[in-house]
């Protein structure tokens, strides 16, 4: 088996585009193309801009497919160089994928014996990952309900939904698309938040409704992080972002984590992001922090606990120490660019679903299966 990475770098003109291109091939990238970025208004802000497309291939391995943490962070690197950012990186099996890229602007098209020896000399030089506390077992969580209990203790109403889960899914698709504010999010703050805090709710929808608040109240932050190379980036969150994050604010006091050890923890994330709606209630992370002493999910309270200070330097401190503690599921690929507090929240985001889809649920083991 072997793994075929395709990136995709965007920089503000054709002479840096194809700088990139050659230092990609210099790093083994088989096939390198320069493509103007297309007029689409979903891409308005790189209007004018430029991109290197490339696909890499590394050595055969075994296990699930996914991009190598050290090519991203070097290909971000370079993104960087020339003033630009890297906007994808994707794994891929080989066979069709060579096929398929698009020759279209071709810049480099190495050899494969030579696109091969490069990309194992680099591999091959490449520092030991550090050795890694344990990764913790999943959070406790109590098991479903019955749909129509779960409504009921909503009290949801002439509900033509199956349960709670299906409720927080389409509202998160009415009014949170694809996890980004619109208009309409604020005012769905209050609804999510009543499933959230409802006695009688599922522990696990409760979480659930958890994660989509601290979602909702980090979006623009988050934003800020992940397009702090982007062009036009003026480092405000737009009107929306602000009112849903004072949204999320005001309904906190009302929120209930329930008994389990998931809903404690999310909860506690949540208080920490919203710190502006007062003290953050950290006496169930607390609990957690002793139970799993030694593993890898501490790094994570100490990134929790850090937030809620607010202060800059324990925060990045925290962020670095849970990326150094969960590498294969936090990659750290993040711009310098980025606040201190905006980049945490992002590994906080990536982490806490993480840990929602390995939750141990009564009975039933994990939700999903590890990611």
């Known amino acids: 088996m072997i793994r075929e990475m395709r990136f995709v770098v965007s920089v503000p003109d054709e002479v840096s585009a194809y700088a990139v291109a050659e230092k990609l091939a210099e790093r083994g990238h088989l096939l390198v193309a320069v493509r103007e970025v ?15 497309h490339s696909l890499a291939v590394d050595p ?7 991009v190598s943490s050290a090519e991203k962070k070097a290909v971000a690197a370079i993104a960087r160089t020339y003033g630009g950012q890297a906007n994808s990186a994707c794994g891929q099996f080989p066979d069709k994928a060579i096929e ?19 990309r194992a000399k680099l591999v091959g030089t490449q520092t030991a990952a ?17 749909p129509a209990a779960d409504l009921r203790a ?49 522990d696990f929808y409760r979480a659930t ?65 919203t710190r502006e709606a007062g003290a953050a209630p ?14 890898a999910r501490i790094p994570v309270v100490n990134l929790i606990r850090a937030v809620a200070d607010g202060a800059e330097e324990p925060i990045r401190t925290a962020a670095a120490a849970v990326v150094a503690a969960l590498p294969e599921v936090v990659d750290g690929l993040q711009s310098p660019k980025a606040t201190a507090e905006g980049r945490a929240l992002d590994t906080l985001d990536t982490v ?16 999903f299966g590890p990611r």
Not at 38 to 51: L, S, T, V
Not at 100 to 118: K, P, Q, T, V
Not at 282 to 295: D, F, M, N, V
Not at 357 to 362: G, K, P
């Open 130 to 146: 550090a050795p890694t506390p344990p990764t913790p077992p999943g959070l406790k969580c109590g098991g479903f309900r019955r």
């Open 352 to 367: 806490l679903r993480w840990e929602l889809d390995n939750a141990r649920l009564s009975k039933l083991g994990t939700v």
């Open 100 to 118: 398929r890229f698009s020759r279209e602007g071709l810049a480099h098209s190495l050899d494969r014996a030579e696109a091969d020896r490069i």
């Open 60 to 66: 055969p391995y075994e296990g699930p497919l996914e």
């Open 154 to 202: 909503a009290a949801v109403e002439g509900c033509t939904f199956d349960g709670v889960g299906d409720l927080i899914a389409a509202i998160a698709d009415d009014a949170f698309p694809q996890g980004s504010v619109v208009p309409a999010t604020p005012a769905a703050v209050p609804r999510v938040a009543a499933l959230a805090g409802a006695d009688g709710v599922s």
């Open 282 to 295: 950290l006496a169930g992370l607390e609990r957690i922090a002793g139970r799993y002493a030694g593993t």
């Open 209 to 273: 409704a958890l994660m989509v608040l601290f979602r909702m109240s980090t979006a623009g932050r988050r934003r800020l992080a992940y397009q702090a190379d982007a062009p036009e980036s003026d480092g405000t969150e737009t009107p929306a972002e602000s009112a849903t994050r004072a949204a999320v604010a005001a309904v906190l006091p009302g929120l209930s984590a329930g008994r389990s050890e998931l809903g404690q923890f999310l909860l506690a994330a949540l208080s920490a992001a």
């Open 38 to 52: 297309p007029a689409d208004p979903a891409e308005a802000r790189f209007a004018g801009w430029w991109r290197a």
